[in-house]
């Protein structure tokens, strides 16, 4: 199964609506779970900021199984193009693990437990988007994943 945890609500329906249609085309190949996890508010109080993100990991950490193959949404992570993203989540169901999840922080970023239980740190891009646009655009490479792991045309 493909697990999504995000930290932060949807708000716009149409990002919503697109968000249901990749699930859809995704389900024929993997279940999926989307996972939307509570927002801590942000502050002017860096010790508060420190306390939110705390809380944000801790939910994080309480959705993942020991046996989970992760892959962690990451500004310092490393590039990776749809063809080893595909590849690993082969990889990660070569290792038997059942569930791919893939986590998407808070605003805030994600403290050092979160990053050490990864098994890989992706950065989606140079560019900054908005989380929402991020849900999307890693709902989209999984599904492109699928399409390139079982030999099926995909745009490139």
Not at 53 to 74: F, G, H, M, P, W
Not at 151 to 156: D, G, L, T, W
Request: proline share 3%; glycine share 4%; aromatic share 6%.
């Amino acid at each position: 199964m493909i697990k999504v945890i995000a930290v932060g609500k949807i708000k716009e329906s149409a990002l919503e609506t697109l968000m249901t249609d990749y699930q859809h085309r995704i389900e024929p190949y993997s279940k999926i779970m989307v996972e939307s996890l509570k927002d801590e508010p942000t502050s002017e109080d860096t010790s508060l900021n420190q306390l939110a993100i705390e809380t944000e990991c801790q939910a994080i950490l309480s959705r993942i199984k020991n046996e989970d193959y992760v892959i962690l949404l990451e500004l310092k992570g490393k590039l990776i193009d749809s063809e080893s993203l595909a590849q690993e989540i082969q990889k990660g169901y070569n290792q038997s693990s059942k569930n791919i999840v893939f986590v998407i922080g808070g605003s805030m970023g994600v403290n050092d437990s979160v990053r050490q239980r990864a098994n890989i740190l992706w950065k989606l891009s140079a560019n900054t988007f908005p989380h929402q646009i991020v849900r999307l655009l890693v709902l989209e490479q999984i599904y492109r994943s699928f399409r390139i792991l079982n030999n099926h045309p995909y745009h490139k």
